[in-house]
């Protein structure tokens, strides 16, 4: 993955220097990673995004983007963890892996996190739940198909660390 800071633009090239993607990306890349997602015998690119403000206020995507003919196009409504005040809203695995149906499995915590921060309105952590999540794609976007769970008391978190 390539930066053009001057248009302010990401680029994924082939081996041979052909451009498959070019366009914005809403935060910073940290990790790239080729998988044949859809199973359709091309390597699509998996990216996941940083974006933070201050205050550990921010998220950490995985953009899927999806090969087509040559061309990589970005999937719509990505996976996204949400922090707010440094805590995170789910923690846990999430595993990618080839099929034409499903891409990707989540299976970790999610928790219901409110305030902002300040004295008056410190960061809360209220239900947590366990989550099992498959999700998959259609239509131009990523798409949950699945997700069972159930509630769990706070020291039962394997996975999610508390502020």
Same mark, same amino acid.
């Given at each position: 993955m390539l930066q053009d800071e001057a248009r !302010?633009?990401?680029q994924v090239q082939a081996k041979s220097g052909q451009t498959l993607f070019e366009g914005p990306i809403d935060g910073v890349p940290r990790y790239v990673a080729c998988v044949d997602i859809d199973r359709d015998n091309d390597q699509d690119v998996i990216v996941q995004v940083s974006a933070f403000e201050n205050h550990g206020n921010g998220s950490e995507s995985f953009v899927v983007l999806l090969s087509d003919k @040559? +061309?990589?196009?970005p999937l719509?409504?990505?996976i996204q963890y949400i922090f707010i005040g440094g805590q995170e809203? +789910?923690?846990g695995m999430l595993n990618w892996y080839s099929h034409p149906n499903s891409c990707a499995t989540f299976t970790g915590e999610i928790a219901d996190v409110s305030g902002s921060g300040s004295a008056a309105d410190p960061i809360q952590v209220r239900r947590i739940r366990r989550v !099992?999540?498959?999700?998959g794609h259609k239509d @131009?976007?990523?798409v949950l198909i699945s997700s069972s769970s159930e509630v769990i008391q706070k020291q039962d978190a394997k996975?999610?660390?508390f502020r």
């Open positions: !302010k633009v990401y @040559g +061309r990589l196009t719509q409504n990505p809203d +789910r923690a !099992k999540e498959v999700w @131009g976007q990523m996975f999610l660390t």
